[in-house]
């Protein structure tokens, strides 16, 4: 069965500090991969997707990057943090098969930038 | 471009009661799917139940089960003999089936759901 895993899973940052959120997918290969943004009592906003190693697509423009080094790991950062960047951040995966596939979500990251 | 509309911010229902919670959306597309995702307290976003556009059956799964109205762009969600492990966060999304949008979901802001004894 597929996993997919965040880390951290809560995070206390410095406005100004670099960050760098982690997501790993096991049990599955070429996996589509996304991050969303959760700001508090809202939906979950798209930030960046990728459908392959070094492709990255990117839905907002913001103080966000995000880098696909290896087929199942996928990295937000940032080089200096906005209070604004404060939230609750999700990793999603689907198969990518077709565009019906289901995104399946992991536990997610708790940002807070003081 | 889509958009999902969930007008309730809350709901209540007792233990073993069915509630209903509702859902609209905005698309000039025909071809698209709905989704149905529950976000408890520990705020991992859980599937509950998809929907394609193109069946006209609803989709159910066990205590779960949507009414699609196509034509009225409405996709709610019913749940059945409600369970204190209802409560939670839950939210609607849409997703196109063209494939040049490269799988992005649309959110609703979602609807938090009591279970009550």
């Known amino acids: 069965s597929q996993t997919i895993h965040q880390w951290p899973a809560t995070l206390v940052q410095p406005v100004g500090s670099p960050l760098s959120l982690e997501c790993t997918v096991e049990?599955?290969?070429?996996?589509?991969l996304y991050w969303y943004r959760q700001a508090a009592g809202r939906g979950l906003q798209l930030l960046f997707y990728?459908?392959?190693?070094?492709?990255i697509s990117s839905e907002v423009p913001q103080n966000l990057s995000a880098s696909r080094p290896q087929d199942r790991q996928f990295i937000l950062s940032s080089k200096k943090l906005l209070l604004s960047d404060s939230g609750f951040y999700l990793c999603?995966?689907?198969?990518?098969?077709?565009?019906?596939?289901?995104?399946?979500f992991g536990p997610g990251t708790r940002l807070l930038v003081l | 471009a889509q958009t999902v509309t969930q007008s309730q911010p809350e709901m209540s229902v007792q233990e073993a009661e069915t509630v209903t919670l509702s859902c609209t959306y905005d698309t000039s597309e025909s071809d698209y799917y709905l989704f149905w995702y529950k976000q408890p307290p520990s705020r991992q976003m859980i599937l509950v139940i998809r929907q394609e556009a193109y069946k006209q059956q609803n989709a159910t799964e066990n205590r779960f089960s949507v009414n699609f109205q196509k034509a009225a762009k409405s996709f709610s969600l019913k749940i059945s003999d409600s369970q204190l492990g209802d409560a939670a966060m839950y939210f609607c999304a849409y997703r196109s089936a063209d494939t040049g949008t490269a799988s992005k979901l649309t959110f609703g802001t979602g609807t938090r759901l009591q279970v009550t004894l």
């Open positions: 999603a995966w689907s198969r990518g098969l077709y565009q019906g596939e289901t995104q399946y």
């Open positions: 990728s459908v392959g190693i070094g492709q």
């Open positions: 049990g599955t290969s070429n996996p589509n």
